[in-house]
């Protein structure tokens, strides 16, 4: 790996908010390593910049841990400078319900912590070293489901949203004698796979009057990676165009 530039890990990277993160640094310079469990856009392979993309599925522990290690043995000792915890899974019933607590499967729930709680803290915890080397930061998105009763995210999906709101806030404290600060974007509706027709229905509750972008989202996370943010620790920032003040 050339040395002399930051270096990203981005999960999620295929799609939606994960994809338009990493095309944000890619232009702004950076060099990403990413994950997801699909591939990469062809002609995002050939940034040159896009150091590696490794198929992972992070609510499974093995291929998590298998994860770290190839992404360490491509950093090879160089440091880490940002850790963006995007990806995220709302599971659905069969006929698209929403899950809830008295209808949910409790596996689905545990597959949804797995990979939107458990997940972020292991990866955490397999690049703090690297991390600490970079002074860098991590961000963790979060959802403005994981603050209020949301119409159509799910129980599941809702609470681990919650959890990492939480986790990040701890994060903070303990990685700080790394160094390395923690901070979360909790996006509102955001116009990507996730968003189905009915949510429509919720732009009237949105003071900007409208849904936000992927980019929207991505430039808050470049912000919170980037040195602009060198004292800013432990905070979750909205994007949701002030839906939460609702």
Known sequence: ??????????????????????VLFLERGWRIITCSREDTPPECRR????????????????????????????????????LVNNAGMSP????????????????????????????????????AAALHKGKGGIVNVTSIAGH????????????????????????????????VRVNAVSPGEISTTMIQPEYEMLIPRIPLNRMGTPEDVARTIYYLCSEDSNYVTGTEIWVTGGQHMS
């Open 92 to 127: 659905k019933s069969p006929n698209k319900e929403r899950l809830g607590c008295l209808n949910g499967d409790i596996d689905a729930w545990k597959e949804t912590f797995e990979l939107n709680f458990f997940a972020p803290l292991k990866l955490g915890r397999g690049f």
């Open 47 to 82: 940034d040159k910049n896009w150091t590696c993309h490794i198929a992972t599925d992070l609510s499974d522990a093995d291929s998590v841990a298998n994860f770290i290690k190839l992404t360490n043995d491509e950093l090879d000792g160089e440091p880490l400078h940002a």
């Open 1 to 22: 790996m050339e040395k002399g530039r930051n270096t990203a890990v981005i999960t999620g990277a295929s799609r939606g908010i994960g994809h338009a993160a990493a």
């Open 148 to 179: 209020m009763i949301h119409p159509f995210a799910g129980s599941a999906y809702s609470c681990s949203k919650a959890a990492l709101s939480g986790l990040t806030r701890e994060m903070a404290n303990e990685f700080a004698a790394l160094d």
